[in-house]
């Protein structure tokens, strides 16, 4: 029986106190919540894909020398990651519009937009992480000028990345969210990646047949959940442990879309 300090209870993640000062244990729950928890479901085997996909993506991350938290996975549910003074604001980036984004401006789902946009949203679960502007950042204090410029710079370097990633397994990246933290290191701070990169806080739809492949299967009751997330930890190469064929790389798909 785990006695394990915990920090942080999340609606898919609990974040436990880490082995070595600096350190934190992200555990990933079965727990899929939409609408700021009032649609809550248990779904067998989500956690443990999120854990495999999100520790794919940020092993690029580093790859590419895109700062962020995470150091290693520990087991099937299980990362360890540096610990972070987390930045109360997601940021968000679209490079085809949906979701909040078609509601609010009425714009149909599915038109690649002129250019990628980002967007703020303050973390507060009670306002339903309210849309909000550089201004209110600031104003507010929950991050500088400076920082937000950080932000957007990391949040467009990782766009680039992962567009490029799922493309290549004929994956669309439609948008995606993500949290970045402050890490101190020897008195020096800079903001790092942190969280989680997967289905859960990405849109991604098959390039072929558009078909969603994301959290909005969820959202939207459309099953599937979790053949969809697999579909994508098998494009990425992300093979079961025991897998022989296990971290030979992403699957190469073939688009007909020029
Ligand atoms: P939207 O604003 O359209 O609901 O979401 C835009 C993108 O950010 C989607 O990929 C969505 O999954 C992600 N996103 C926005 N807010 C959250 C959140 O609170 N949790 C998660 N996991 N993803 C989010």
Known sequence: MSRRRRIYEGKAKTLYEGPEPGTLIQFFKDDATAFNKK???????????????????FTQLTRVGIPNHFIKRINM??????????????VIVR?????????????????VLPRSIIEFCYKKDELNDPLVSEEHITAFGWASPQEID????????????LSG????????????????GRLWENDIMRIVVADEIS????????IKTNEKMDKDRFRRDLGGLVDSYQEVA??????????????????LVKSDKT
């Open 39 to 57: 649609k809550h479901e248990i779904v067998d085997g989500k956690g443990v894909l999120n854990n495999r996909i999100s520790e794919y993506i």
């Open 150 to 161: 950080d932000m957007m710079a990391l949040a467009i370097r990782v766009n680039d990345f």
């Open 95 to 111: 490079n085809i519009s949906a979701g909040t984004l078609s509601e609010r401006l009425g714009i149909p789902e599915g038109e």
């Open 165 to 180: 990633l799922f493309l290549g397994v004929g994956i669309q990246l439609v948008d995606f969210k993500i949290e970045l």
């Open 234 to 251: 098998r494009r990425l190469g992300i093979m079961n442990e025991n897998d022989p064929k296990r971290g030979k790389g992403p699957v």
């Open 77 to 90: 549910r299980e990362q360890l990651i540096k610990e972070v003074e987390i930045i109360p604001v997601e």
């Open 199 to 206: 289905p859960d806080s990405c849109r991604l739809w098959d």
